[in-house]
């Protein structure tokens, strides 16, 4: 084991979020325009380069990888990727996505032991799925999170709440979980990137809402550890919903986390632009690099940024 990446406030980075593509088959309204750019498939990492990168930082203590984009499942060699990944033996492997391709994956990830998924889904009506989305496909998520249920993946619900577009279908998602066995957490809207623009009107604080919930269920706190961006409470009709209050309520101060976009730049922060390019370097330029982002993550939020989450890694 090589030096542990503590940072300039104490922090220890043992997670890592990787961003396989910035592309996505959905458009949600608070990510991506729907004529987003993305990034050329050339300046991609290939799949050999996650093994030396991840093996690397690994070895630095990071121990927890997330997969996400974009559309990570979009990626059109994700599967091998994954192996790369695997032979690195990381406690931890698990994957963000909004569902819509799982299906042509779950038995892979079964085998490959990723069992932890976190889907997407910020409504459970078509109407206002395809307005969030400006896609159809809400049928093929539920299934696929039943299927996924089937099989016995540990599935997280993500649902982006929006003041007069889909707040009024907490309680809905609230019977969702109870039925389906699934955590759902409510995210608040951050402001980054094409959000920006409409993020003052859809913002409603998680304080609110779990006012709002109060006067149906009791609801029961559950720990969760320190870096961890979600608390969490069982309700009283046994349904178990969480609350990523990045906004209201930041966890910078205890954030583990690092970045590596798909084009392969490391970042230390979602709301930092600027990170190291790790391509075309050698290991000895890493180690300088590593110690620069160690010195760059910002121990307090801006409190608006204007580069684009799904490049970076969601
Ligand atoms: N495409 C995958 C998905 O949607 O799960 C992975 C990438 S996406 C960028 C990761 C997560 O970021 C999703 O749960 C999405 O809802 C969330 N997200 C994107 N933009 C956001 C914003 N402005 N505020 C809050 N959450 C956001
Ligand atoms: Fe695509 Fe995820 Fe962004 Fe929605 S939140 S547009 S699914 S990357």
Redesign the pocket.
């Known amino acids: 084991m090589d030096q542990l990446f503590i940072d300039t406030y104490h922090r220890r980075i043992h997670k890592l979020r990787v961003s396989l593509t910035d592309h ?5 309204q ?3 325009p729907v004529n987003a750019e993305f990034m050329n498939h050339g300046s991609y990492l290939q799949p050999a380069d996650y093994t030396t990168l991840i093996g690397e930082l690994q070895r630095h203590g990071i121990n927890e990888v997330r997969l996400t ?3 990570p499942l979009l990626r059109h060699n994700f599967q091998e990727i994954v192996h790369h990944l695997r032979s690195l033996n990381l406690p931890k492997i698990s994957v963000t996505t ?1 569902g819509l391709l799982l299906h042509h994956h779950l038995d892979f990830l079964a085998r490959s032991g990723i069992l932890d998924i976190n889907i ?1 889904l910020d409504s459970l009506h078509s109407h206002t799925f395809q307005r969030i ?1 400006h896609r159809l496909g809400l049928e093929h998520i539920q299934h696929n999170i039943a299927l996924a249920k089937a099989q016995q993946f540990r599935i997280k619900v993500n649902m982006v709440v929006m003041k007069g577009v889909n707040d009024h279908e907490i309680y809905e998602f609230i019977e969702y979980a109870k039925m389906q066995q699934v955590e759902v957490r409510f995210l608040e809207v951050m402001r980054i990137g094409y959000a920006c623009q409409q993020q003052s009107h859809w913002f409603i604080p998680a304080h609110e809402l779990i006012e709002k919930i109060k006067q149906r269920y009791e609801l029961i706190p559950v720990p969760s550890p320190l870096d961890a961006t979600a608390f969490s409470f069982q309700t009283s009709c046994g349904a178990r919903i969480g609350f990523i209050a990045s906004e209201s309520q930041p966890f910078c101060g205890h954030c583990s986390r690092w970045r590596l976009s798909a084009d392969g730049i490391l970042r230390a922060c979602l709301l930092k632009e600027e990170g190291v390019s790790l391509k075309n370097t050698t290991p000895e330029q890493r180690q300088h690099l590593y110690q620069t982002l160690l010195g760059m993550k910002p121990y307090l939020r801006p409190p608006e940024v204007h580069h684009a ?2 490049t970076i890694g ?1």
């Not at 996505?24 to 949600?28: F, I, K, M, S, T």
């Open positions: 996505c088959n959905l458009r949600c608070y990510c991506m984009g974009g559309e909004n997407s989305t989450m799904y969601g």
